[in-house]
């Protein structure tokens, strides 16, 4: 199902957009004490409770906030399947500037909104969150992974999220090249966050040629201090480089009408979520334009794969490891599907996530 939502927005009801995504439910969480505004967003459970990290970022409008928090929790569905993961997608949002209204009171406050859902919403990280962010919200709720070490948990799930979208990048760049090397690639890198930071580490040390770009020019400078052959470029200007391969690893929707007309490269692969605008549209469009796209949400996975073995209570970082190395098969086979469907990328992981959580709700309904 093709999501048009951001256009639709000012006309459609929520109930017409829950209904298009197919949510179960949707939790809107407010507390004037703290600030807090935020929302949940729970979308299929065929698979097991609903994981999903908490964003936190400056919404333009409420309407968009709304907007990412179906789009992403939709995508967790899809993602905690296609990775073999006995959970269900669901994603939070807090709408503010986590720079400045973020508060050890909010975090906390949100903590019991989570523990309201009675384990029906399993909460980590995402954009805006950190470790201790997530230690607040563990104080209210058991229904949070992602935790500190120090407190039994696994940790940052973002170097193992950027293990995966390395996998994902190298199996790509073995579909074009005929062998996955990435030294003197030149790969654009959008967006130098946590998951960013840690994919550029990795590119660095197989000697890819990097260009980077970031919201935040303070992160920018910091990088290129830290990596002195990594070169930086303005946030509009990464869409131009001639490259072999962009990553976007900030936020969804860089893959559009205007992108397209400018991105000169073979591939994409990267660590954001919803990179396509309109997963149909653009996906064709990719494929059409001779661009290889690895599917967001099968190549991001490392990370809901990390907390999953938390969640489970036998948390093992080398096991998080091996079984996120499955993402490079697994996006090898993406494409064959893809070829043999003779469809878009995009398409071809939808189908084979879904495919799963249509044999588990059949098997679910054997009594």
Same mark, same amino acid.
């Given at each position: 199902?093709?999501?048009?939502?951001?256009?639709?927005?000012?006309?459609?009801?929520?109930?017409?957009?829950?209904?298009?995504?197919?949510?179960?439910?949707?939790?809107?969480?407010?507390?004037?004490?703290?600030?807090?505004?935020?929302?949940?967003?729970?979308?299929?459970?065929?698979?097991?409770?609903?994981?999903?990290?908490? !964003?936190?970022?400056?919404?333009?409008?409420?309407?968009?906030?709304?907007?990412?928090?179906? !789009?992403?929790?939709?995508?967790?569905?899809?993602?905690?399947?296609?990775?073999?993961?006995?959970?269900?997608?669901?994603?939070?949002?807090?709408?503010?500037?986590?720079?400045?209204?973020?508060?050890?009171?909010?975090?906390?406050?949100?903590?019991?909104?989570?523990?309201?859902?009675?384990?029906?919403?399993?909460?980590?990280?995402?954009?805006?969150?950190?470790?201790?962010?997530?230690?607040?919200?563990?104080?209210?709720?058991?229904?949070?992974?992602?935790?500190?070490?120090?407190?039994?948990?696994?940790?940052?799930?973002?170097?193992?999220?950027?293990?995966?979208?390395?996998?994902?990048?190298?199996?790509?760049?073995?579909?074009?090249?005929?062998?996955?090397?990435?030294?003197?690639?030149?790969? #654009?890198?959008?967006?130098?966050?946590?998951?960013?930071?840690?994919?550029?580490?990795?590119?660095?040390?197989?000697?890819?040629?990097?260009?980077?770009?970031?919201?935040?020019?303070?992160?920018?400078?910091?990088?290129?201090?830290?990596?002195?052959?990594?070169?930086?470029?303005?946030?509009?200007?990464?869409?131009?480089?001639?490259?072999?391969?962009? #990553?976007?690893?900030?936020?969804?929707?860089?893959?559009?009408?205007?992108?397209?007309?400018?991105?000169?490269?073979?591939?994409?692969?990267?660590?954001?979520?919803?990179?396509? #605008?309109?997963?149909?549209?653009?996906?064709?469009?990719?494929?059409?334009?001779?661009?290889?796209?690895?599917?967001?949400?099968?190549?991001?996975?490392?990370?809901?794969?990390?907390?999953?073995?938390?969640?489970?209570?036998?948390?093992?970082?080398?096991?998080?490891? !091996?079984?996120?190395?499955?993402?490079?098969?697994?996006?090898?086979?993406?494409?064959?599907?893809?070829?043999?469907?003779?469809?878009?990328?995009?398409?071809?992981?939808?189908?084979?996530?879904?495919?799963?959580?249509?044999?588990?709700?059949?098997?679910?309904?054997?009594?």
């Amino acid at each position: 199902m093709e999501l048009e939502l951001q256009e639709k927005i000012g006309t459609y009801s929520i109930f017409t957009q829950v209904g298009q995504t197919e949510h179960e439910q949707i939790v809107f969480c407010a507390d004037k004490a703290t600030g807090l505004k935020a929302i949940i967003a729970i979308h299929n459970t065929t698979l097991g409770p609903a994981a999903g990290g908490t !964003r936190m970022w400056s919404y333009q409008n409420e309407a968009d906030a709304v907007n990412d928090v179906l !789009r992403l929790s939709r995508g967790m569905s899809f993602k905690n399947s296609i990775a073999g993961l006995n959970l269900g997608g669901g994603k939070a949002v807090i709408i503010g500037d986590a720079r400045k209204d973020k508060s050890e009171a909010m975090m906390r406050r949100f903590g019991k909104f989570v523990d309201s859902l009675a384990g029906k919403y399993i909460t980590a990280e995402d954009v805006g969150i950190s470790t201790t962010d997530i230690e607040y919200i563990a104080m209210h709720t058991k229904h949070v992974a992602g935790k500190p070490e120090y407190m039994g948990g696994s940790g940052d799930p973002s170097p193992v999220t950027a293990y995966g979208v390395y996998m994902g990048m190298k199996a790509s760049v073995k579909k074009v090249y005929g062998n996955d090397s990435l030294e003197n690639k030149k790969i #654009a890198l959008q967006g130098i966050g946590n998951v960013g930071k840690n994919l550029l580490e990795r590119l660095v040390k197989e000697n890819a040629k990097v260009y980077v770009s970031d919201f935040y020019e303070d992160r920018l400078q910091d990088i290129i201090k830290q990596y002195p052959t990594v070169t930086a470029v303005n946030l509009e200007d990464i869409y131009d480089l001639d490259i072999d391969i962009y #990553a976007p690893c900030a936020l969804g929707a860089t893959i559009n009408d205007d992108t397209l007309s400018r991105l000169k490269c073979n591939i994409i692969a990267g660590g954001a979520n919803n990179q396509l #605008a309109n997963e149909k549209i653009h996906g064709d469009l990719c494929k059409d334009k001779g661009i290889l796209y690895a599917p967001d949400f099968l190549i991001n996975g490392g990370g809901i794969i990390n907390v999953y073995y938390e969640i489970l209570d036998n948390y093992n970082r080398e096991r998080a490891l !091996r079984h996120c190395e499955k993402i490079y098969d697994n996006t090898l086979k993406i494409y064959d599907l893809a070829q043999k469907d003779n469809t878009n990328t995009q398409t071809a992981a939808i189908k084979m996530a879904q495919e799963r959580i249509d044999m588990m709700a059949k098997l679910n309904a054997v009594r």
